[in-house]
């Protein structure tokens, strides 16, 4: 099997269509469907299902997938640390991270990088949870991941900064004032709870630390992005535990806890970072020693 018909079946099903994709590789129909054919007889049976309208895969198909995304995805970034080791300065870098990071730290580093390597172009891809984050890095879709720790993974994880952790509270909150709120005080809250809340040793974190502090966390309302928990926070549904650099823009009040809780940021890949994603990582770790 080859690389090739990897790259051929990928697409079809991307595409839902062999008239789709034979059309994006451009190559004739008969062509790929002959590909596809070589490749099923190779792997011992059918990896697709010929439909009236569309395709779709078989439980071969589908056990074989992931396995051939990871080589036509491999094979790809491979050709990108190539172009980028060396004295290139053009082409693309993949970067994954959650949205929460999409919107917090990687703007700056993202301007930064535009003034300095604006040969590369950084393809961003977003994701709701780390869960998909580490899920889509592992089949292999960016060439660096920037997010909490990783509780396994393979490859090299290097830790850039840390994101300063805060209690939301409603503007006008009896606690709003304070330099910071031991975490008991607010034992008989609601809380708002994210998806993106980080995850120690397969828990949720605040749900270890309120055990901790000796009570249980009663939710109010569980949201899939940050951006609508703090404005839930700030309507006043419930507190909520958050990283400072989230509520830019936002009308609610912000107070540290008390011991200070923070969480690193790392930046992961299936490989050392060279080249155009050295650079980033460094960006990125410069951005936030200075604070940006």
């Known amino acids: 099997m080859s690389l090739r ?29 002959h590909q596809i054919k070589a490749l099923e007889r190779e792997v011992g049976g059918p990896l697709l299902e010929r439909m009236t309208r569309g395709v779709r895969l078989t439980p071969m198909g589908r056990a074989y997938l992931p396995h051939a995304e ?45 003034r300095e390597y604006g040969g590369v172009r950084l393809v961003l891809h977003e ?10 890095m592992e089949r292999g879709v960016a060439d660096v991941a920037v997010g909490p720790r990783p509780p396994t993974w393979p490859g090299p994880v290097t830790v850039v900064g840390e994101e300063r952790m805060v209690l939301v509270l409603p503007p006008g909150d009896p606690l709003g004032g304070r ?20 995850v120690v040793a397969g828990r949720r974190w605040l749900d270890v630390e309120c055990e901790r502090a000796g009570f249980t966390p009663r939710t109010a309302v569980r949201t899939q992005h940050t951006s609508t928990a703090v404005r839930m ?10 990283a400072a650099h989230e509520l830019t823009g936002l009308d609610c009040t912000a107070v540290p806890t008390d011991p200070p809780w923070r969480r690193e940021i790392t930046v992961f890949s299936r490989v050392p970072p060279t080249g155009a994603a050295e650079h980033f990582v460094d960006l990125l770790r410069e951005a936030q020693q200075y604070g940006c």
């Open 70 to 114: 990871l080589a036509v995805r491999s094979a790809e970034q491979a050709r990108r640390a190539a172009l980028a080791s060396g004295a290139a300065r053009s082409g693309e870098l993949h970067i994954a991270t959650v949205h929460a990071h999409a919107i917090g730290v990687l703007p700056e580093v993202c301007v930064r990088w535009g």
């Open 179 to 198: 330099t910071a709120v031991r975490i008991e005080e607010v034992a008989d809250r609601p809380w708002v709870r994210c998806a993106l809340e980080p």
């Open 5 to 33: 018909q990897m790259e051929y079946l990928v697409t079809v099903v991307a595409e839902g269509s062999f008239t789709r994709a034979a059309e994006l590789l451009h190559v004739t129909q008969s062509a790929l469907s």
């Open 127 to 136: 994701y709701a949870t780390t869960d998909e984050l580490y899920e889509h």
């Open 233 to 242: 926070a700030a309507a006043g549904v419930g507190v909520l535990l958050t």
